[in-house]
């Protein structure tokens, strides 16, 4: 969701680092994994399968492409992108994915 990236990227841009680090908790929800069917998830421990699906919602966010994010309201969508890209849609990606980062180590 566009809007949940735009509100890490100002956290991480107008405060330091490690401050904004501090701040935030990241929760993946969760989903089974599509290319496992119902049998194969069953014999997965909750632990085993809560664990990769995390792993894959971090993964998936250290290649964040604002692109390929939206919102609901394609009007609040158009006025979102016009700040990022007044902003700088690599730098933008950048700050997501390196927050990603820093919460998977």
């Known amino acids: 969701r566009l809007w949940c990236a735009w509100e890490l990227f100002t956290l991480f841009s107008f405060q330091g680092h490690a401050m904004a680090k501090a701040k935030v908790h990241l929760i993946p929800l969760l989903r089974p ?10 014999l997965k421990s909750a632990e085993e399968t809560k664990r990769e699906s995390e792993d894959a919602v971090l993964n998936s966010l250290c290649r964040f492409e604002v692109q390929k994010a939206k919102t609901y309201d394609p009007n609040e969508e158009g006025k979102l992108r016009a700040v990022i890209r007044a902003c700088g849609e690599n730098k933008f990606n950048t700050n997501i994915r390196a927050m990603a980062g820093a919460a998977i180590h």
């Open 33 to 42: 994994h599509k290319s496992m069917d119902k049998g194969a998830r069953m």
